[in-house]
């Protein structure tokens, strides 16, 4: 067995057996080992960042690493941004990147890069394999790294020369290294806190926006008064009818800093204190007023679910009854498309259990409030900043959830940048039906600039933040794609596609012209 | 004056007019700096890879650097690949990177993310504004550094408080660093090996393979009997009727060693000793002959050209007459559409002085050989291996030549990459005539697979290698930005559609079905 074979059986050995791939040359020997073990599903994408979102998505939904294939530094280079933001996300992925063969590299061949500079901004773990004979034991480190605490990303480098030489044979999983719960202090100071003067704020994200975390977080909010919310982008959002329901932290700035304004005491579940998402002139970069006194409850890296249950513990609280929302399917919307309408017919015609996948930008934001009476679903968000994750982050989640129907709610802009994903969709029969909110724009930029203190903007300005000229015919794009298309402008004819699609068991793409 | 303008008028000054854009939040300053000055040309890429792939290009036909305008970290991400490319063709590029206000930085927003670290692996020169008064100053460093020698990446990291805060005006232009001449002692090794015993190879790259720099290797090949040839890939050649042809050292490794092996001197203008584009087990890494001696002419970073004229004046060779290609257009193809007809058409229909842009890959190759006798025209190639970078390169090429038709020849596989450069050659009415070699597969793994010895691919294999699950509509994908297409499956109709394509004075692109 060479040493891409004891790779290939070290992963499927710990559980990994999903490998998003768009490999190359250097990889031949991977390609070749996973041709010999049909139980590990490879699922190709045309562009790395569709690899990397992939990933993201399915680490997400499937609580557990996929792997990835990359060529060389380019090649991961292509699939940095939606590692930045699967690392903000702490989804648990392994990235496998090819490498010239160990006595190559010094001769400096056209793709010789330094894979581990590129490697270290977005990863958490990064490793160059020395020889054969230890990629299986660092294979094992790589996923036990992966997989540790609340998750992280993890980057195993691969001389070629160390994929195709002899080595022993795969290695056992490692033990797992689990979050920590918080300590008692925590909980008692986040008690304290819930217990004195002044409106106090519950902010969480990761785990703890699963179904358990948000039940006991519903119990503490009854018994204490206090307010439950997520932070402004989050992994995964447990929500819908049946569930406590929770808001986000604004993103506009003067939204945010006007709604945490009441707050005397914020206690973070795996949040941050909570920033601005950009620096703007005048304004501040933290968002809770001054005089607010921050309290960790359970860091980023510890177990936000124990933390919560052991202050519901020590405040009594498990009994308590949590709010929880109730079905209110709207009607189907009519006249003008627009958020509203598309956030209507979702929330109408979202089967139970599904997933929406969120990079709806300007036009997306007002989607999530009024979905909140939907049928049970999860909903996903870009967790870096990084646009572009849309579409596959609709691919991972749909690998790893294959019984559920991925919505994907996403701006024209963002999808632009990896329009690729629409090809892995049909090539692997996804079952997402995508929205495009086609205003032309990167309408939120407008606003930025506004927010940055530049009005009127001229012509270079227009020239950069439109994209109208020529227009994106989405339905053509998506067809060249393989993926089945319609373009609709008043809500009725999107009340009509959107059933259409999620009829569909396969992938569908709207493109809603508002 | 705010930094942001400063910066602006700084490049200005130093005849930096063109820059390449994806704009963010953190960069909308510097956007209403440009909206200013109507005298820097701005031109959208929807992806970053776009961006950098097409100030490469312009860079290439310029030879003065484009500026590119990125978002953050991951903006710069996406552009990386292409930036690894135009650093291996040393292409001058000016890279303003956008980044948080320098007091947000540490409160580790979404986007925040180590952009030093990200831009140094593809830089040359990296530099961070540290406050708005010195943006200036950097700027015309980073111009300083961008031309220096042979041409190198400057990346000029902004943050948002340097851009919006007051400066005081632009920075005068730095003096040129210029490339030295070789020394005297390299002339005259290089002259004694053109002089001793056994066949010798002059092997160039970079500006020695302009008009000037072939004429005098033309000369110096006449007078001495050495034969000439340039790397394996080449920022930029000039070829065609009227010019001394070189051959490129071939891709396949058992080829590179079959046509180096007569050799017992290369004398390197510019280009490095030969190596294999990678590494395969039980062949070597160097393609020279092992008793080949291989002398340094000039280095990378040296003059090549005055290298030449040097080498050509000790050996007395100006007067010689170098063997200079005729035009010879062969007749029209007909019958089977193949790399070799497509190479008779391209041959036959190109006009004068048009700008080839190869990243054909397995079909492309044998297009290179059979269009020496095309009109005279200009070549150029991906430069460091990492594919994506056609389509994008023809966008620069053709804002740097508007007088000049390009036409882009283009592997299916590669396009997809970056084929969001199609809505940018429409936008701009750009006169680029892309041909997409659609064989439906990354046809060269299937050849690397046997390379590296591995024999009969598996399903997993084909599954990573063919992209024909679903097709690619490229007449739709080019229609979905707003690019006319057509799709021909035979010579007689790629014919007439390559005569319409370059009689169009905007993009055209032909889907060659072989």
């Known amino acids: 067995m060479n040493g891409a074979e004891s790779l290939v059986k070290t992963l499927l050995l710990s559980g990994v057996n999903v490998c998003f791939t768009n490999p190359g040359t250097s990889e031949m020997h991977f390609v070749a080992a996973l041709d010999r073990h049909v139980d590990m599903r490879c699922i190709l994408g045309l562009q790395e960042n569709v690899v990397t979102g992939a990933a993201d998505g399915y680490g997400r939904m499937a609580d557990k690493p996929a792997?990835?294939?990359?060529?060389?530094?380019?090649?991961?280079?292509?699939?940095?941004?939606?590692?930045?933001?699967?690392?903000?996300?702490?989804?648990?992925?392994?990235?496998?990147?090819?490498?010239?063969?160990?006595?190559?590299?010094?001769?400096?061949?056209?793709?010789?890069?330094?894979?581990?500079?590129?490697?270290?901004?977005?990863?958490?773990?990064?490793?160059?394999?020395?020889?054969?004979?230890?990629?299986?034991?660092?294979?094992?480190?790589?996923?036990?790294?992966?997989?540790?605490?609340?998750?992280?990303?993890?980057?195993l480098i691969l001389p070629a020369d160390t994929a195709w030489e002899e080595a022993d044979g795969p290695a056992k999983p490692l033990p797992a290294i689990r979050a920590q719960a918080p300590s008692d202090a925590a909980v008692e100071a986040s008690a304290a806190a819930l217990g004195s003067d002044g409106p106090a704020l519950i902010l969480m994200t990761g785990r703890a926006l699963r179904e358990d975390g948000l039940k006991m977080a519903g119990c503490i909010a009854t018994a204490t008064g206090a307010e439950v919310m997520a932070q402004m982008s989050n992994a995964r959002l447990e929500r819908g009818a049946g569930r406590f329901a929770v808001e986000k932290v604004p993103y506009p700035i003067d939204q945010a800093i006007e709604r945490l304004s009441p707050f005397r005491h914020i206690i973070l579940v795996g949040a941050k204190d909570p920033v601005a998402f950009f620096a703007y002139p005048d304004k501040p970069s933290r968002l809770a007023p001054e005089d607010c006194q921050v309290h960790t409850l359970s860091k980023p890296t510890e177990d936000g679910v124990k933390g919560l249950e052991m202050l519901c513990e020590y405040l009594g609280a498990e009994k308590a009854e949590p709010r929880l929302a109730v079905h209110e399917p709207p009607p189907l919307p009519t006249g003008v498309l627009g958020p509203e309408s598309i956030a209507a017919a979702v929330s109408a015609l979202m089967p139970e259990n599904a997933i929406v996948t969120d990079e709806g930008i300007t036009a997306g934001r007002r989607i999530f409030p009024l979905t909140v009476g939907a049928p049970p679903h999860s909903w996903l968000q870009v967790t870096g900043g990084s646009i572009g994750i849309g579409l596959p982050l609709a691919v991972g989640a749909a690998v790893a959830c294959p019984e559920r129907k991925v919505i994907s709610l996403q701006a024209d802009g963002s999808a632009m940048y990896t329009v690729q994903a629409l090809w892995t969709q049909a090539r692997e029969g996804l079952d997402v039906t995508t929205v495009i909110f086609s205003n032309r724009a990167y309408e939120c930029l407008f606003i930025e600039m506004e927010n940055v203190g530049v009005d009127n903007p001229g012509q270079s300005a227009h020239d950069m933040f439109e994209i109208d000229r020529p227009p994106l015919d989405w339905v053509a794009l998506a067809r060249g794609l393989g993926v089945q298309a319609e373009a609709v402008d008043d809500a009725e004819h999107f009340n009509a596609a959107l059933t259409c699609g999620l009829a569909e068991p396969g992938p569908y793409l709207i493109e809603a012209q508002i």
Chains 1, 2 share one sequence.
Do not use: C, F, M
Request: glycine residues 8%; aromatic residues 2%.
């Open 67 to 155: 792997a990835t294939l990359l060529h060389t530094g380019p090649g991961l280079g292509n699939g940095l941004a939606n590692l930045h933001n699967a690392r903000k996300a702490r989804t648990p992925i392994i990235n496998v990147v090819g490498e010239h063969a160990t006595y190559h590299i010094k001769h400096d061949a056209p793709l010789t890069a330094d894979i581990e500079g590129i490697a270290k901004p977005v990863s958490d773990w990064v490793r160059t394999a020395s020889d054969a004979k230890s990629v299986a034991a660092i294979t094992a480190a790589a996923v036990q790294a992966a997989r540790a605490r609340t998750g992280s990303v993890a980057t």
